[in-house]
């Protein structure tokens, strides 16, 4: 179950911590601003701690003579691409990327007729830079009619409105609070150690369970020699 808090609370959090609820210095507008800062940040600490908490999938069908899909808005990077035998088949199997200064190829060209299994489709991805296109895939050679399931990191948005949610999941939406705090009392000249040592006190806490989300599967010392025996008997 989600935990999710609006952006008006981490808002009135991040004014709390830096005693500044009832100060005009900072104004709604920048203070929201800062929370939008802080989710980002905190984003890039969960993909350098559990590349895998950030993604989400998707569908991609192709249609025979595109080579060319746009990607969802909320691309940041690839983790895998897969071919599919139907939507939602659990029968899949990943084709690999390539760059596009290897150039591209024809159905009939070097890879041929082969290509009926799929076996020698490749893709690459393009765009989005900083002008705001669209990031886009590129299939080589043609795709013809298939499914492909895309998996991707996608990127926090952004709340806007003061009822939009944010998933601290266990908290750690406190951790954007603190952050935004810190950058307000940083902007006043005050001292934001004591902030800053609270949130690192929540990241320690990320940082032990973040890098493996299955924490009920010890690692175990596996014995792989043989046994030896010892005065006859078989040493345990």
């Known amino acids: 179950m989600p935990d999710t808090r609006t ?6 959090d ?13 104004s709604d507008d920048e203070v929201t601003r800062l929370v939008n800062l802080g989710i980002r940040a905190l984003w890039m600490l969960h993909a350098q701690l559990d590349i895998d908490r950030p993604v989400l999938r998707t569908e991609i069908s192709t249609t025979t003579g595109t080579r060319e899909y746009t990607l969802p808005s909320d691309f940041v990077a690839v983790r895998l691409v897969e071919v599919l ?24 060209g070097l890879f041929g007729s082969a290509f009926a299994d799929g076996e020698h489709l490749r893709y690459a991805i393009f765009g989005q830079g900083m ?3 669209d990031t886009r895939i590129r299939f080589d050679p043609d795709p013809q009619g298939r499914v492909f399931r895309f998996w991707y990191l996608a990127n926090p948005g952004t709340l806007t409105a003061d009822g939009d949610t944010f998933d601290g999941v266990v908290g750690w939406d406190d951790w954007v609070a603190l952050w935004a705090a810190e950058q307000l009392m940083a902007k006043e000249e ?24 299955d924490v009920g599967s010890a690692h175990r010392v596996a014995k792989t020699r043989g046994r030896r025996r010892r005065r006859g008997l078989r040493a345990r």
């Open 85 to 108: 035998q139907s939507s939602g088949s659990e029968d899949a199997y990943p084709i690999r990327a390539y760059n596009l200064s290897e150039g591209h190829t024809s159905n009939t």
């Open 131 to 133: 002008d705001g296109s």
């Open 190 to 213: 005050s001292d934001p150690s004591a902030l800053i040592r609270r949130r690192k006190e929540l990241e320690a806490g990320m940082t032990h369970i973040a890098g493996s989300r």
């Open 14 to 26: 991040a004014r709390r911590y830096a005693d500044m609820e009832n100060s005009a210095y900072a």
């Open 7 to 12: 952006l008006a609370e981490i808002r009135t």
